[in-house]
């Protein structure tokens, strides 16, 4: 697969179409650029990039932007409530990290102070920026191309 | 309005619920009846328990019901490798009402997700402990009259300790005047605690020592700072004093202040306090009895 080296960011892919947007919602500002071979996820450090427009940035939703096109496309307006099944929760000691209890992962996804952040259903930990991103990175067992 | 609910965290309940409790509470004080006669209430206690475990039995049978249950994992087919969603399967055949302790957060949801009848969550691990922290709330309101307008220090580990972060989020449904946060820098209170404080405008200061705040102080909520939560020996050293809360500094307050603890306690309170005015942890105790026999018989639906 092609890589994709990218300013002020850093790939992940490829990935489930679900999955990507739901990478997207949780990493305010993130576009999920469309390959002919799956998705591919980047996500943007600074507010402002040289990726996205500002107001991309400002307004949390999710972005598209296709392969071979330089045009943005916004596909959801809204943050959803909750997701399911994403990724880990990180607190070790969160009954969904118990293997044999069948407990789903579940996030209520939040705006705090301009940004995207998630909170465990179950165990409350609230997931900000960092954390965020090292979940969603080590969950998908991809190489991260740091720049 | 509590009839059939789960009590996952004390977020989950109005400060009108929390009056109503507080209200059957009051008629509840000294309460011997046959109300919930028929009724059976499984105590699930994965985790050692002495105070929760006992005064929710005691309050079952002063309302006329009974009680199963285990006080340790090793006690019970957990130790033979059973899930703790089989095992609420199993209590929810057994009971009308689940109490449930366990290690890990989300336990309790867990548990209510599965089961058709009520749970309440007796601590998840580090997360919520909502019955002790409406004993708190009852407590306060019995000595001061009020919840409203006081300010409080809430003192120790407010990392991991699921008491005082409870009677932090309890303390949101009311309008204090400030809550101080006193703990060392490591302990400090969880990024979700502060979210709610910051999301329901409550005034809040983060401070490293109880002497420097005492003297504004009308609530002091004392928790046990754990040396095995420090990083290092010398660190915990440096600290321990500011954490524990003594007859002087009482006295030296001005203020007319009460000191709880959810207890056991170890050497954060003065022994001397205990015979004092300031002193309302034993009294806190004891409210555990009728604050769950109400909780237990608005759940039920059926009261006094």
Known sequence: ?147 | MLKGRDIISILDLSREELEELFSTARRMEGYRGRILEGWIVALAFFEPSTRTRLSFESAAKRLGASTIGFSSAESTSIAKGETLSDTVRMLDSYADIIVLRHRYEGAALLAANIARHPVINGGDGRQHHPTQAMIDLYTVERIKGSIDDLNYAVVGDLKHGRAASSFIYGLTMFKPGRIYLVSPPSLRARPEVIRVLRERGVRYTETQSLSEVIGDVDIVYMTRVQKERFRSLREYEEVKGSYKMTLELAENSGRDLIVLHPLPRVDEIDQRLDETRYAAYFQQAANGIPVRMALLSLIAGVEP
């Open chain 1, 1 to 147: 697969m092609t890589s994709i080296r990218v300013e002020e960011g850093f790939l992940l892919g490829p990935l489930e179409y679900r999955d990507a947007l739901l990478l997207a919602f949780a990493a305010n500002g993130a576009q999920v650029v469309f390959m002919d071979d799956g998705y591919y996820l980047v996500l943007q450090d600074k507010p402002g990039g040289s990726l996205l427009a500002s107001a991309a940035v400002l307004n949390p939703g999710i972005i598209l932007r296709r392969a071979g096109s330089n045009a943005y496309e916004r596909v959801a307006e809204n943050l959803p409530g909750e997701i399911e099944g994403l990724a880990p929760c990180p607190n070790p000691t969160c009954i969904t990290n118990q293997p044999r209890e069948k407990a789903a992962r579940r996030f209520r996804v939040l705006v705090m102070e301009g940004r995207v952040a998630m909170q465990c259903v179950y165990c409350g930990t609230l997931i900000m920026r960092d954390d965020l991103r090292r979940m969603l990175a080590a969950s998908l067992r991809v190489e991260a191309d740091h720049s």
